[in-house]
Every structure is written in structure tokens, then in C-alpha cells.
Nanobody
Framework: VQLQASGGGLVQAGGSLRLSCRVS????????VGWFRQTPGKERESVPV???????NYADSVKGRFTISRDNAVNTVYLQMSSLKPEDTATYYC??????????????????WGQGTLVTVSS
């Protein structure tokens, strides 16, 4: 299983970006997929998780600003980020875990990871 993250870049505060995470190998519809972010010297933190069932879990810091979605036809999970703040600056990673339908747990222990894409929000 391989994950390819893309879409990062430089944006001004208040702007928007959309990240993509394409999953190849395995059966995509069986995966729950999460986005994480990390800045130097800090632990990697979960941002939102897209459950296999279609449910979504968001960190409080991004609720109302970020939207996660999936397109099973193209094996891709998207992270639409709006109203970006300088504190959203980080390297963003996607991670996947094959789960049962009622399980939506994707943590830093997830077995499959993308390479990371840098998001920089200028003030």
C-alpha cells in the first residue's frame, strides 16, 4: 500500500488549500484515512480522520475550517482547508489503516503513510 500526498504550498492567512492523498494498493474502501500535521520539535497531531464508514472526526483546532472527504472512485481522500491561520503551518501527512466498518481509529501507529506535504501560511 502506498500513499501519495500532494497539494501543499504557500498561502496567505485567511486563504484556502486543498490537499490530496491518493492510495494505491489494497482495497481503498476498507481504509480509514487520517491527516496529521507536524512542526519541528512537536509531536505529530491528528487533524481529521475520514472513516471507512463515511463518518468524520475533526480536531477542535480545525472544526469549521477544514473538511475531509473521500472519493472511492479515484482512491483519494481530500482535505479542504479554509480560513487558514499561521498556526496551521506544518508538514501534513496522510495515513491509512484497514478497519472494520465501525472502527475509525487512525493514530500515529497507522501502518501506511504518505511522504508529507508542506503547508505554509503567511500572516
Amino acid at each position: 500500500v502506498q500513499l501519495q500526498a500532494s497539494g501543499g504550498g504557500l498561502v496567505q492567512a485567511g486563504g484556502s488549500l486543498r490537499l490530496s492523498c491518493r492510495v494505491s494498493g489494497g482495497t481503498f474502501s476498507r481504509f480509514s484515512v487520517g491527516w496529521f500535521r507536524q512542526t519541528p520539535g512537536k509531536e505529530r497531531e491528528s487533524v481529521p480522520v475520514m472513516c471507512r464508514s463515511g463518518g468524520r472526526n475533526y480536531a477542535d483546532s480545525v472544526k469549521g475550517r477544514f473538511t475531509i472527504s473521500r472519493d472511492n472512485a479515484v482512491n483519494t481522500v481530500y482535505l479542504q482547508m479554509s480560513s487558514l491561520k499561521p498556526e496551521d503551518t506544518a508538514t501534513y501527512y496522510c495515513a491509512a489503516r484497514s478497519t472494520i466498518l465501525t472502527d475509525c481509529l487512525v493514530t500515529t501507529e497507522a501502518p501506511y503513510w504518505g511522504q508529507g506535504t508542506l503547508v505554509t501560511v503567511s500572516s
